[in-house]
Structures are given as structure tokens and as C-alpha cells.
């Protein structure tokens, strides 16, 4: 066989033919589904950084209050889960957004987007009464390839994995 290249493995399939859409909630659905798959395969990292999580619960505990907190994740349909008990958190906000982050597979796409749902919430409110808050986390935002227009978050840096 000199000469004849290696059949393509899933990895280089998974970047070359985009997902389609049927627009329906079925089709978001497989287009989620398809998404996780491919980054699975593709060994991707988390979709949201750790340093970008902590930098919103540190501002979810310095500008919200437990009922916003629960609301915009409750909202957004992140479950909520308890905390490894290994894992040691101090404070009732930091705690209620830890039980959060707790159910989410990082590098899911349909779990991400749920949680990037709960943190526009955060954006519009904190954006008129603390724009330099809002500026840190829209930067942290970008910073892990995620767009942000009028705190509308997407994966606009994710092509290869958003199709």
C-alpha cells in the first residue's frame, strides 16, 4: 500500500462534516448530542474554564443573593447536586453555585449552554450597576473562545465543535 494514506479516523471525521440543525427541539437535541460526541472524541477541554467559573461565583456571592442565584440556574435547568463531601466550600452563595457546577459535564455542550443561559442572567443584571464587573467577566468569557454580544454568550470561538 505505498503511497495510499491511512483511512481517516473518527477524530479527523468528527472536524470535517458540520452537524445539521432541524431548528426543532428534537433537532437541538441530536445537535447537542452530536457536539458532546464529537468533542468527546476529539479530547477536547472544558468549554468554560476554571478560572472563568470561579471568577462568576465569586461575583455571583458578591452581587446576588441566594434567590437570584437559585433562579437564574433553577431557570436555566442546571441541576442542582450536593458537593462531594471532600470538597470544602465556605459560604451559603458560594456553596449554592458549587452544588450547581457540581452536575455539569464541562466539556457537554447542552450542559454548558445551560449554564452559560444562567450566566447572561448575571451579565444584565450587574451590567448597569457594576460595568467593571461586567467587563471582567465578559473578558474571561472571551478569553476561553466564547463570544459576548448585549450578554448574550455563545460558542462563536467553538466552530469546529459548534458545526
Request: aromatic letters at 8%; one cysteine or more.
Amino acid at each position: 500500500m505505498i503511497g495510499r494514506h491511512p483511512p481517516p479516523d473518527e477524530r479527523s471525521h468528527a472536524r470535517d462534516s458540520p452537524p445539521k440543525s432541524t431548528g426543532s427541539d428534537d433537532g437541538r437535541f441530536a445537535l447537542a448530542v452530536e457536539l458532546s460526541r464529537r468533542a468527546y472524541i476529539a479530547g477536547m477541554a472544558d468549554l468554560v474554564s476554571g478560572a472563568t467559573r470561579r471568577a462568576f461565583q465569586e461575583s455571583y456571592v458578591g452581587f446576588s443573593v441566594l434567590g437570584q442565584i437559585q433562579a437564574d440556574f433553577d431557570d436555566a435547568g442546571v441541576e442542582r447536586k450536593e458537593i462531594p463531601p471532600n470538597k470544602s466550600v465556605s459560604g451559603a452563595r458560594r456553596s449554592l453555585v458549587e452544588e450547581y457546577y457540581t452536575s455539569v459535564d464541562w466539556t457537554d455542550y447542552a450542559a454548558v449552554r445551560r449554564v452559560l443561559d444562567a450566566f447572561e442572567v448575571h451579565l444584565l443584571r450587574i451590567q448597569d450597576f457594576n460595568p467593571e464587573e461586567h467587563a471582567r467577566l465578559v473578558k474571561l468569557i472571551k478569553r476561553d473562545q466564547l463570544g459576548v454580544e448585549d450578554s448574550r454568550i455563545n460558542l462563536a470561538g467553538h466552530e469546529d465543535c459548534a458545526g
